[in-house]
């Protein structure tokens, strides 16, 4: 008993002492925001009172996804910051704006007048029911007379009708309502996005004065970043390309960002940042043994528009920007050893939810070659090719563009600044102006029996047609197959004027075809091997 009393004493004393210990709170304002390909460091100000008493200041409506170990601190006066955390607020509840209020509150009417409906109807079929299970008329013993037969047919009828209609119009009512509560279901999804529970930077200090001072707080969170698309668009063969490069920005972090100065890196805080350590390479023979062959299927697995509004700034003139200029002409790109980073010069604000926001950040045009291509085997249509020199100055990224050539849309393509070459290439689509068709010459084909052996004999024609006003120049591209076996013989016949690659089997024709011109060109080879096999062709 005594223990007890000296324990509950303990604990009145601890909780008294911790209630002393003043608190002040307060909320941060977002002024920055760098967003990564995953990932975004905050730049954000809090301003609080102090005085000789406070203890600790609560820097409240944090994001949840906030990495804790990030977070920054810096404190502006004549007090000292002796620790900064991070916790959770599970008991305070996300601020609810004004329209997601009413949509709760029409979701509430509805899912009411839906009730209501569901209710009806299932009074309606129980009412049928009931008609419908004393539907005889007189007893067993006792008939009924014509009058009372018509009195009652008449009744059965026009309920029936009656309860048919009512039921009808009831499920009208509740697929009106049904839709209704989806779309309000849709919407509020929309509104809220995706805030979660409420997290607060709580930082210590010591001060032996009074005064009003700003915190600067930085800290990094996840459930954010970015990835590139490109327009890329060409008005003909003899002009050169234009390359729109525009980001695409999500954020769920629980919060919005409003008219912050927005930044865009191509680095990434979440990949390993430790050199690749070589461990020792030792070779060892193998013991071969019988294995049970296993198939293997593989499996592949895969955020309408954010809101998003820009505000003035105050650093640029906007005087000098004309109307049909874009923003991509006053981002700024800073370089460093590893990263690009994109300053855009207009505060924007990117709302948090499951959508996307598309940032453009820069439009250039190159120098561009154009060539058309074509493999009829795998496919008999022209591909138009454009041959971009300079592209590495632009820092970009591997990422999905939207494709346009003379004005038209012609599809997606995906581009991959990667390759270590002068040269990019970026494929345009195809072009139906150009005809291509790959026959077999059935009048050419053999196959005979010399000997010990089976010679089969192959010879295509591909005719490529110019429906354009202007000349094309195109590369055709087939090939022969080669042997990897030495019984196997193979023997490459005709390639009119073709360049055949040996190690390859690969055969390329570079011609040049003018208006409404056909040109066609052969293919020939034959391959022996012994007649008891079969081979893959």
């Keep these: 008993m005594k223990n007890t009393f000296f324990s509950i004493a303990f604990l009145l004393l601890t909780l008294s002492s911790y209630s002393n210990d003043k608190e002040t709170n307060t909320t941060s304002k977002i002024n920055a925001v760098t967003v990564f390909l995953q990932g975004a460091e905050i730049n954000c100000s809090a301003n609080a009172n102090i005085t000789n008493e406070t203890k600790y200041i609560i820097i409240e409506d944090i994001s949840p996804s906030i990495e804790p170990n990030s977070i ?83 009744f059965f009828r026009n309920r029936l009708i009656e309860i048919n209609n009512l039921v009808l119009k009831t499920n009208e009512n509740i697929f009106k309502f049904t839709l209704r509560q989806t779309e309000l279901n849709n919407q509020l999804k929309e509104e809220t996005g995706n805030k979660k529970t409420s997290s607060e930077i709580v930082i210590g200090i010591i001060s032996s004065t009074t005064l009003n001072t700003t915190f600067d707080i930085t800290y990094f969170v996840n459930n954010c970043g970015w990835n590139p698309t490109y327009d890329i668009k060409a008005e003909g063969t003899d002009k050169p390309i234009e390359i729109t490069y525009k980001a695409n920005v999500y954020q769920a972090t629980g919060y919005d960002w409003k008219n912050v100065k927005l930044s865009l890196s191509t680095g990434n805080p979440n990949l390993d940042n430790n050199k690749p350590e070589l461990a020792p390479w030792s070779l ?39 109307e ?76 999905e563009a939207n494709i346009y050539f003379e004005g038209s849309y012609l599809g997606k393509n995906f581009i991959n600044p990667n390759e270590l070459n002068d040269t990019l290439k970026l494929s345009l689509g195809r072009d139906k102006n150009i005809v291509i068709k790959r026959v077999v010459l059935k009048d050419f084909v053999s196959n005979k029996i010399i000997g010990s052996n089976r010679k089969k004999e192959y010879v295509y024609e591909i005719n490529i047609s110019n429906k354009k006003k202007a000349d094309v120049s195109i590369i055709i591209e087939d090939q022969v197959p080669i042997s990897a076996d030495n019984a196997i013989e193979i023997s490459t016949d005709e390639v009119s004027n073709g360049t055949l690659n040996k190690e390859t089997g690969l055969v390329f024709w570079k011609l040049s075809v003018k208006p409404n011109e056909t040109q066609k060109i052969k293919l020939a080879y034959s391959v022996k091997y012994p007649k008891d096999k079969q081979i893959n062709l």
């Excluded at 067993?140 to 007379?145: A, F």
């Excluded at 998003?308 to 906007?318: F, G, K, M």
Aim: negative net charge; charged residues 20%; aromatic residues 8%.
């Design 284 to 322: 060892y023979l193998i013991q071969h043994k019988k294995l049970r062959a296993v198939a293997y299927k593989s499996a592949e697995s895969k955020p309408s528009a954010a809101k998003s509004s820009i505000d003035e700034a105050e650093d640029v003139n906007y005087d000098k920007m004309e």
């Design 72 to 154: 920054q601190v810096k404190g502006f006066g004549n007090f000292t910051i002796t620790s900064v955390q991070h916790r959770i607020n599970y008991l305070k509840q996300t601020f609810k704006s004004k329209k997601q209020l009413l949509i709760e509150d029409s979701l509430k009417i509805i899912n009411k007048q839906l009730s209501q409906e569901q209710m009806m109807l299932s009074v309606y079929n129980s009412e049928k029911d009931m008609l419908m299970s004393n539907k005889s008329i007189g007893g067993n013993n006792t008939g009924v007379n014509f009058q009372e037969l018509q009195q009652t047919i008449n």
């Design 324 to 399: 049909s200029e874009s923003l991509s002409g006053y981002v700024t790109v800073n370089e460093s050893q590893t990263t690009s980073e994109f300053v855009i010069p207009i505060p924007y604000s990117i709302s948090s939810s499951e959508n996307t926001t598309s940032v453009e950040i820069q439009k250039n045009t190159l120098n561009a070659s154009y060539q058309y291509y074509a493999a009829p085997k795998i496919d008999q249509d022209a591909f138009l090719v454009a041959e971009v020199t300079g592209w590495e100055k632009l820092s970009l990224l591997a990422g």
